[in-house]
């Protein structure tokens, strides 16, 4: 007898928490959708419902309904309801690698705790997947993907929508796409004749042949296209509810295609059958970012792009601040401050969910991201100076006051620093640990409040500037001599400002325009790069989703505007040349959208650029003030570099991309030539190449000429539009956002720098990460013991440090390094301090194996790509 095609039905839901509604306008939805789940399970025991991969719901319903937590724990440990593995929905490029993990940290130990996690990883509707994805899922226990956006070219290469996904380092998941989306069967009929909701889309989109039945047309166009001898049937959709029929149409639809066996299922029941044919799925590599079927939404990067810059500060504030400094001081200090730590980390992630941090959503629910936004940075801050604070009073005690400087990076550097001093202190020499004078200037005062539990004081501090050579990942202790004056900074012998068009160092030679462009002249190998920093402004008449360009597009440049030029510092280690300028631009789109406006608007803009000494890098600093509406707001730098290729950091790996786009007939959205980049993006040739990184500025464009675009604003005033040129059809409701326009003042912050060689063995991946992480400083009034003191540093310059954090369970240090290379690497970890065990880990940090010690260093071998995560046990 014929054995029966399975026909898998999932219920779900696809839960945006926000998005064309605010929170709590869909929790209001989201508690009568759960309550309606309940009564189906309560009723019908072969029902079971999947919550979209997460356990924010969860969490977000038992806030208004507590009572029912008994009720939700019993279906959850039944396999019944299914919940997490991940804590919210994510965008994969827009958020750390780090991220993604804490995400699915506390996603698969809340799930737990409720009574199990679903074991797949669940991504219906990422705008795209990184190529690191399997690894992270793998680190889980997780075996499989079940995506959507961005996928096509890999069901292309595939033949089909199942296949073997492997990750850079080798490891892998089972793969299914979702061709036909995740909401394929949302509302099923037993009756074949019916153009149900989501068969008429998918006839619209031309995935169905609108000849015959279409119900039957899907279920062969499903079973053709299957490997495994199943099928799958995704019964929801954004924000659906469940459909209270379900179990008496699937047992009809049993009784009209009996060659079918229909079931209420789940995810784990078709990874269930991938598993079994395992061994004959084509094994596919990369990152999924082709929209032939479905748009991967490209403009998402620079949408609301001061979302995108407050993300990266907090990230940056956890990552390489609060969570070090925590995790040390817990075994150095005994100050635990981790659940300070883990509340600041939720809040951060509930701005990861795809529709938030991508900003594609109604303007209050932006407005609320940044209130979170704000309460996690404010967190953090006075996390990591609280452990700073109590790691250096561990050292030991004295009476003096000294600057303590912690270098978050695992390699000793040169750097600028910050710090905030009692306003007397302002003029007193600064000593260095070994007790050498350090020039400082004061260059600005603000207003702190102090001893809150004891009577709060309010008072005003200086703020120094000095700069200094510093240990890897540990302190430096500064000392402020009371009993001698410094001399006062200003320009002397040896300034780096030649004039007030001019800067120059050991390694460049920097002459800056009135136009805010500037030549930069890399002394090393001759290299003359001109005319870099060039402003460029086009028109948008795209929406939150997608860049387009108007019929009658008109782009601007700064090229002819003539601004002023003068000297904004003169330090001893630093040099700041100050471009003001006025740029004209249309005020917005003509009121057709065809083209822009005639009447222009001022927008003021002012660039800082600085050199260092001892430093090989262009440090821009760039304020806008925002005054025009529908347009896209770059700066240019030609390399003059030919690129076939574009080189950015991604998620715990380097992306090479072609700089010309595929041919792309008939697909639902043009193919990028705009892409996601981490702390740096650069070209090259055989000689060498430019580099540019950034703060918080994801998104980037190579021309094959060599032309680096970097993307600082893009103003839009609609959450979707149905007219674009870039992409066919809307993404979304068609709400008006005016907030997107971004209005007024922006701060950017980006660096260039120049190299021999290729980006490897140059150090572009620790100059850009020496770039987004600075020192940070605080003043005490302790020990002038500490001198220098080293906690961790790493070897070599290609393997970068991750993450640096307390256990999620018991004592010790938690570490993670990765290798973005793809050739093998050996990582030499050495340790400031004794330990009695270390172990490798999963990402999920349930322990593999133990490590060999000598003395104070472990050696860990690296595939290239690899990700591994250490316990330090002290």
Same mark, same amino acid.
């Given at each position: 007898?014929?054995?029966?095609?399975?026909? $898998?039905?999932?219920?779900?839901?696809?839960?945006?928490?926000?998005?064309?509604?605010?929170?709590?306008?869909?929790?209001?939805?989201?508690?009568?959708?759960?309550?309606?789940?309940?009564?189906?399970?309560?009723?019908?025991?072969?029902?079971?419902?999947?919550?979209?991969?997460?356990?924010?719901?969860?969490?977000?319903?038992?806030?208004?309904?507590?009572?029912?937590?008994?009720?939700?724990?019993?279906?959850?440990?039944?396999?019944?309801?299914?919940?997490?593995?991940?804590?919210?929905?994510?965008?994969?490029?827009?958020?750390?690698?780090?991220?993604?993990?804490?995400?699915?940290?506390?996603?698969?130990?809340?799930?737990?705790?409720?009574?199990?996690?679903?074991?797949?990883?669940?991504?219906?509707?990422?705008?795209?997947?990184?190529?690191?994805?399997?690894?992270?899922?793998?680190?889980?226990?997780?075996?499989?993907?079940? !995506?959507?956006?961005?996928?096509?070219?890999?069901?292309?290469?595939?033949?089909?929508?199942?296949? =073997?996904?492997?990750?850079?380092?080798? /490891?892998?998941?089972?793969?299914?796409?979702?061709?036909?989306?995740?909401?394929?069967?949302?509302?099923?009929?037993?009756?074949?004749?019916?153009?149900?909701? /989501? =068969?008429?889309?998918?006839?619209?989109?031309?995935?169905?042949?609108?000849?015959?039945?279409?119900?039957?047309?899907?279920?062969?166009?499903?079973?053709? %296209?299957?490997?495994?001898?199943?099928?799958?049937?995704?019964?929801?959709?954004?924000?659906?509810?469940?459909?209270?029929?379900?179990?008496?149409? !699937?047992?009809?639809?049993?009784?009209?295609?009996?060659?079918?066996?229909?079931?209420?299922?789940?995810?784990?029941?078709?990874?269930?059958?991938?598993?079994?044919?395992? &061994?004959?799925?084509?094994?596919?590599?990369?990152?999924?970012?082709?929209?032939?079927?479905?748009?991967?939404?490209?403009?998402?990067?620079?949408?609301?792009?001061?979302?995108?810059?407050?993300?990266?500060?907090?990230? $940056?504030?956890?990552? %390489?601040?609060?969570?070090?400094?925590?995790?040390?001081?817990?075994?150095?200090?005994?100050?635990?401050?981790?659940?300070?730590?883990?509340?600041?980390?939720?809040?951060?992630?509930?701005?990861?969910?795809?529709?938030?941090?991508?900003?594609?959503?109604?303007?209050?629910?932006?407005?609320?991201?940044?209130?979170?936004?704000?309460?996690?940075?404010?967190?953090?801050?006075?996390?990591?100076?609280?452990?700073?604070?109590?790691?250096?009073?561990?050292?030991?005690?004295?009476?003096?006051?000294?600057?303590?400087?912690?270098?978050?990076?695992?390699?000793?550097?040169?750097?600028?620093?910050?710090?905030?001093?009692?306003?007397?202190?302002?003029?007193?020499?600064?000593?260095?640990?070994?007790?050498?004078?350090?020039?400082?200037?004061?260059?600005?005062?603000?207003?702190?409040?102090?001893?809150?539990?004891?009577?709060?004081?309010?008072?005003?501090?200086?703020?120094?500037?000095?700069?200094?050579?510093?240990?890897? =990942?540990?302190?430096?202790?500064?000392?402020?001599?009371?009993?001698?004056?410094?001399?006062?900074?200003?320009?002397?012998?040896?300034?780096?400002?030649?004039?007030?068009?001019?800067?120059?160092? &050991?390694?460049?030679? !920097?002459?800056?325009?009135?136009? +805010?462009?500037?030549?930069?002249?890399?002394?090393?190998?001759?290299?003359?790069?001109?005319?870099?920093?060039?402003?460029?402004?086009?028109?948008?008449? +795209?929406?939150?989703?997608?860049?387009?360009?108007?019929?009658?597009?008109?782009?601007?440049?700064? @090229?002819?505007?003539?601004?002023?030029?003068?000297? @904004?510092?003169?330090?001893?280690?630093?040099?700041?040349?100050?471009?003001?300028?006025?740029?004209?631009?249309?005020?917005?789109?003509?009121?057709?959208?065809?083209?822009?406006?005639?009447?222009?608007?001022?927008?003021?803009?002012?660039?800082?650029?600085?050199?260092?000494?001892?430093?090989?890098?262009?440090?821009?600093?760039?304020?806008?003030?925002?005054?025009?509406?529908?347009?896209?707001?770059?700066?240019?730098?030609?390399?003059?570099?030919? @690129?076939?290729?574009?080189?950015?950091?991604?998620?715990?790996?380097?992306?090479?991309?072609?700089?010309?786009?595929?041919?792309?007939?008939?697909?639902?959205?043009?193919?990028?030539?705009?892409?996601?980049?981490?702390?740096?993006?650069?070209?090259?040739? +055989?000689?060498?190449?430019?580099? $540019?990184?950034?703060? #918080?500025?994801?998104?980037?464009?190579?021309?094959?000429?060599?032309?680096?675009?970097?993307?600082?604003?893009?103003?839009?005033?609609?959450?979707?539009?149905?007219?674009?040129?870039?992409?066919?059809?809307?993404?979304?409701?068609?709400?008006?956002?005016?907030?997107?326009?971004?209005?007024?003042?922006?701060?950017?912050?980006?660096?260039?720098?120049?190299?021999?060689?290729?980006?490897?063995?140059?150090?572009?991946?620790?100059?850009?990460?020496?770039?987004?992480?600075?020192?940070?400083?605080?003043?005490?009034?302790?020990?002038? /013991?500490?001198?220098?003191?080293?906690?961790?540093?790493?070897?070599?310059?290609?393997?970068?440090?991750?993450?640096?954090?307390?256990?999620?369970?018991?004592? +010790? $240090?938690?570490?993670?390094?990765?290798?973005?290379? @793809?050739?093998?690497?050996?990582?030499?970890?050495?340790?400031?301090?004794?330990? /009695? #065990?270390?172990?490798?880990?999963?990402?999920?940090?349930?322990?593999?194996?133990?490590?060999?010690?000598?003395?104070?260093?472990?050696?860990?071998?690296?595939?290239?790509?690899?990700?591994?995560?250490?316990?330090?046990?002290?």
């Amino acid at each position: 007898m014929e054995e029966k095609l399975k026909a $898998i039905v999932v219920p779900h839901t696809h839960w945006d928490r926000e998005w064309y509604l605010t929170f709590e306008g869909f929790r209001f939805h989201l508690v009568e959708a759960l309550d309606r789940v309940l009564n189906l399970l309560e009723r019908s025991p072969d029902y079971r419902f999947t919550l979209d991969g997460q356990v924010l719901p969860l969490l977000d319903y038992l806030e208004i309904h507590p009572e029912m937590e008994g009720k939700l724990r019993d279906f959850i440990r039944e396999g019944r309801l299914l919940v997490g593995p991940w804590y919210v929905q994510p965008d994969e490029f827009l958020v750390s690698g780090e991220s993604l993990i804490r995400n699915l940290l506390y996603g698969t130990r809340i799930a737990q705790a409720f009574g199990g996690t679903m074991p797949e990883g669940y991504v219906p509707d990422s705008f795209g997947h990184i190529a690191q994805l399997p690894q992270v899922l793998t680190g889980f226990g997780i075996g499989s993907a079940f !995506v959507t956006r961005g996928a096509d070219r890999a069901c292309e290469e595939a033949g089909g929508p199942d296949l =073997l996904w492997r990750a850079p380092d080798g /490891s892998a998941v089972l793969c299914h796409v979702m061709e036909m989306g995740y909401c394929n069967a949302e509302q099923l009929s037993a009756d074949p004749a019916e153009l149900t909701r /989501s =068969l008429e889309r998918l006839v619209e989109a031309g995935l169905l042949d609108p000849e015959g039945e279409p119900f039957v047309t899907f279920l062969t166009e499903l079973q053709r %296209r299957s490997r495994t001898g199943a099928i799958l049937l995704l019964n929801g959709c954004d924000h659906r509810g469940p459909q209270m029929d379900l179990p008496e149409v !699937v047992e009809g639809l049993n009784r009209r295609f009996p060659e079918f066996r229909f079931t209420i299922g789940t995810l784990s029941d078709y990874a269930a059958a991938l598993r079994k044919v395992k &061994e004959s799925l084509p094994v596919i590599e990369g990152e999924f970012r082709t929209p032939v079927r479905h748009p991967i939404l490209t403009g998402v990067l620079s949408t609301r792009m001061y979302l995108k810059q407050a993300n990266h500060r907090t990230e $940056i504030l956890l990552e %390489r601040y609060a969570e070090p400094l925590v995790a040390l001081t817990r075994v150095l200090a005994k100050v635990d401050l981790k659940p300070f730590l883990d509340h600041s980390w939720k809040l951060l992630l509930q701005n990861h969910a795809h529709d938030s941090i991508c900003g594609t959503g109604i303007d209050p629910i932006h407005r609320e991201m940044e209130v979170r936004f704000a309460r996690a940075e404010a967190l953090a801050t006075e996390v990591a100076r609280e452990a700073l604070r109590s790691l250096v009073m561990a050292q030991g005690k004295g009476n003096g006051l000294s600057v303590f400087v912690f270098n978050p990076c695992p390699w000793g550097r040169r750097e600028e620093i910050t710090a905030e001093i009692p306003a007397q202190a302002a003029g007193v020499v600064l000593r260095g640990p070994r007790g050498e004078k350090v020039p400082t200037a004061v260059v600005g005062e603000r207003l702190v409040s102090e001893g809150i539990l004891s009577g709060a004081s309010h008072r005003r501090v200086a703020v120094i500037s000095f700069q200094a050579e510093l240990p890897p =990942l540990g302190i430096a202790a500064f000392r402020l001599d009371p009993d001698e004056r410094a001399e006062e900074v200003g320009a002397r012998r040896g300034s780096l400002v030649v004039d007030d068009r001019t800067l120059e160092n &050991e390694f460049y030679r !920097v002459t800056v325009y009135e136009n +805010g462009t500037f030549d930069l002249l890399d002394k090393a190998t001759g290299r003359l790069f001109r005319g870099l920093n060039l402003l460029e402004d086009s028109g948008d008449a +795209g929406d939150e989703y997608n860049y387009s360009p108007p019929p009658k597009q008109r782009v601007l440049s700064s @090229a002819d505007i003539r601004g002023t030029v003068g000297v @904004a510092a003169d330090l001893p280690w630093r040099g700041t040349l100050e471009v003001s300028l006025v740029f004209p631009l249309p005020v917005s789109l003509d009121p057709e959208r065809v083209a822009r406006s005639e009447e222009t608007v001022e927008v003021p803009v002012r660039f800082r650029i600085s050199l260092q000494r001892g430093l090989k890098r262009v440090d821009i600093e760039a304020e806008v003030d925002n005054r025009a509406r529908d347009h896209r707001l770059r700066v240019a730098f030609p390399t003059g570099i030919p @690129a076939e290729k574009s080189i950015a950091e991604g998620t715990f790996w380097v992306n090479e991309r072609p700089t010309r786009p595929p041919e792309a007939a008939g697909w639902v959205e043009d193919p990028p030539v705009t892409h996601p980049q981490k702390a740096f993006v650069t070209v090259e040739d +055989g000689k060498g190449g430019f580099a $540019i990184f950034n703060r #918080g500025l994801p998104e980037y464009e190579v021309t094959p000429e060599g032309t680096i675009y970097l993307t600082l604003l893009r103003c839009v005033g609609w959450l979707s539009r149905g007219d674009l040129s870039t992409r066919r059809g809307h993404a979304g409701p068609p709400y008006e956002t005016p907030e997107a326009q971004c209005p007024g003042k922006h701060t950017f912050r980006y660096a260039v720098y120049t190299y021999q060689g290729c980006w490897e063995e140059a150090g572009v991946l620790r100059m850009a990460q020496a770039f987004i992480a600075p020192p940070i400083a605080i003043s005490w009034e302790r020990t002038e /013991s500490i001198g220098e003191r080293t906690f961790l540093f790493l070897d070599p310059d290609a393997v970068l440090l991750s993450a640096v954090k307390p256990p999620e369970e018991g004592e +010790g $240090i938690v570490i993670r390094i990765y290798n973005p290379t @793809a050739r093998y690497l050996e990582a030499v970890l050495r340790v400031g301090f004794p330990l /009695s #065990g270390a172990r490798e880990l999963r990402l999920d940090e349930s322990p593999l194996r133990d490590l060999p010690i000598r003395g104070d260093i472990l050696r860990l071998p690296l595939k290239g790509g690899e990700i591994k995560t250490i316990h330090l046990m002290p």
